[in-house]
């Protein structure tokens, strides 16, 4: 945290293995997706009370979304990395140098061969260890 009402922050974002079997004029065709991401960006924060606190934040971010594509007569495999940001809002309550944060986030990442996810969005409970 830079000062009271603007501060830095990063996150990493795995997604793990989503599969899938689709069938195709030619046959299943097996899939295996998976996307990765990493963003570093600012935080603006306003404290209501001592230990409750509302902010917004902005992330630049760097992605990699990465598909096998296999079927009995042939197996593709499809890397693409895209820039994009992270946009989000949400509250926090403070516990000494814990924070609980409940965040709403709305990702937007150009994959022009993915769409399924041009725009994730996240809810989430967060813990913050201030350091």
Same mark, same amino acid.
């Given at each position: 945290?830079?000062?009271?009402?603007?501060?830095?922050?990063?996150?990493?974002?795995?997604?793990?293995? +989503?599969?899938?079997?689709?069938?195709?004029?030619?046959?299943?065709?097996?899939?295996? +997706?998976?996307?990765?991401?990493?963003?570093?960006?600012?935080?603006?924060?306003?404290?209501?009370?001592k230990r409750f606190?509302?902010?917004?934040? =902005?992330?630049?971010?760097?992605?990699?979304?990465?598909?096998? =594509?296999?079927?009995?007569?042939?197996?593709?495999?499809?890397?693409?990395?895209?820039?994009?940001?992270?946009?989000?809002?949400?509250?926090? +309550?403070?516990?000494?140098?814990?924070?609980?944060?409940?965040?709403?986030?709305?990702?937007?990442?150009? =994959?022009?061969?993915?769409?399924?996810?041009?725009?994730?969005?996240?809810?989430?409970?967060?813990?913050?260890?201030? =350091?």
């Amino acid at each position: 945290q830079q000062t009271k009402y603007i501060g830095w922050e990063g996150e990493i974002q795995a997604s793990g293995d +989503a599969k899938d079997t689709v069938t195709s004029s030619n046959g299943p065709v097996s899939i295996k +997706a998976k996307y990765d991401s990493w963003a570093i960006g600012i935080v603006a924060q306003y404290p209501f009370a001592k230990r409750f606190t509302v902010f917004g934040r =902005f992330l630049p971010m760097y992605g990699r979304y990465t598909a096998d =594509f296999s079927s009995s007569s042939q197996s593709r495999k499809q890397v693409e990395r895209e820039g994009g940001y992270t946009v989000g809002a949400g509250a926090s +309550a403070q516990f000494g140098h814990v924070d609980l944060r409940l965040r709403y986030d709305l990702q937007r990442v150009n =994959f022009e061969e993915a769409q399924e996810i041009e725009y994730p969005q996240r809810l989430g409970l967060d813990v913050l260890w201030r =350091f």
